[in-house]
């Protein structure tokens, strides 16, 4: 049923977007506005009324059903949603497996977790809007291609305190890994330019993830890349400027941090 009402949520958003009134859909059906208001208001759509009205707005049923799937997509969590996930290390830990296509055998597999546990977390991750659970604990993840973790939330400061520091404890000289540390003096013009850059090779990560889940796990690897650029100095060396000489990267004096 709830399915049902978000479709017609979504034609009747549909509708309003451009204009069409329910005169007009009558008029397309044959009908009479009271019984078009009607179908509206108890639901009651045949696949061939859904198809005409579709039709009149120069969609396809199957593009209803992609706007819908779209519509209850979310972009963020909020703090508190965020807090709950770090809070439990092994809510975070489903969580993250759900929103990479994983299927509950598979965590299960994997993880010492026991079916109620697993199955817990993900009717948890469900009222938090972050999947949809479906019959047979099947797992829909419900994030958008532009989902993001709150900025210095909960979430990034995780990071910071305990992933971070283990991340770096590596070599990076074998199959897979690369580091890269490059240092020199930029305009603030071409500090903004690779910005950019690195927004654009973040945003081709984030498609490489998309285009892979359709892929068996077994052929997937968890991938973390880190993108990080600023005004920055050696706290040695800042520590030996003259005051005189104190450089300050526009935007920067009021903090006191120099570029």
Avoid at 47 to 60: A, F, K, T, V
Avoid at 151 to 162: A, V
């Amino acid at each position: 049923m709830a399915q049902t009402a978000a479709i017609v949520s979504a034609l009747k958003n549909a509708l309003k977007e451009q204009g069409i009134t329910y005169l007009q859909v009558a008029e397309a059906l044959d009908l009479s506005e009271a019984s078009v208001k009607r179908l509206f208001s108890e639901r009651q759509f045949s696949l061939q009324r859904l198809d005409q009205i579709c039709s009149l707005l120069g969609l396809e049923i199957s593009d209803l059903v992609r706007r819908l799937d779209q519509a209850q997509r979310i972009d963020a969590l909020t703090a508190e949603q965020e807090q709950e996930l770090v809070g439990d290390d092994r809510l975070l830990l489903v969580a993250i497996c759900a929103l990479n296509r994983w299927s509950l055998a598979q965590i299960l597999e994997t993880y010492q977790l026991s079916e109620v546990e697993a199955v817990g977390r993900l009717a948890r991750l469900d009222r938090m809007g972050l999947i949809e659970l479906l019959p047979g604990n099947r797992i829909k993840p419900l994030i958008s291609h532009d989902f993001r973790w709150q900025q210095h939330g909960p979430i990034q400061r995780f990071f910071e305190q305990q992933v971070q520091a283990d991340f770096f404890q590596c070599h990076f000289n074998l199959p897979g890994e690369l580091r890269l540390f490059l240092s020199g003096m930029l305009s603030p013009q071409s500090t903004e330019q690779m910005h950019q850059k690195l927004q654009r090779l973040a945003q081709a990560f984030r498609h490489s993830h998309q285009e892979d889940l359709v892929l068996p796990l077994e052929q997937r690897f968890g991938v973390s890349m880190i993108l990080a650029i600023r005004p920055w100095e050696v706290a040695a060396f800042q520590q030996l400027r003259r005051p005189e000489a104190a450089k300050y990267y526009p935007g920067h004096k009021l903090t006191g941090e120099v570029g």
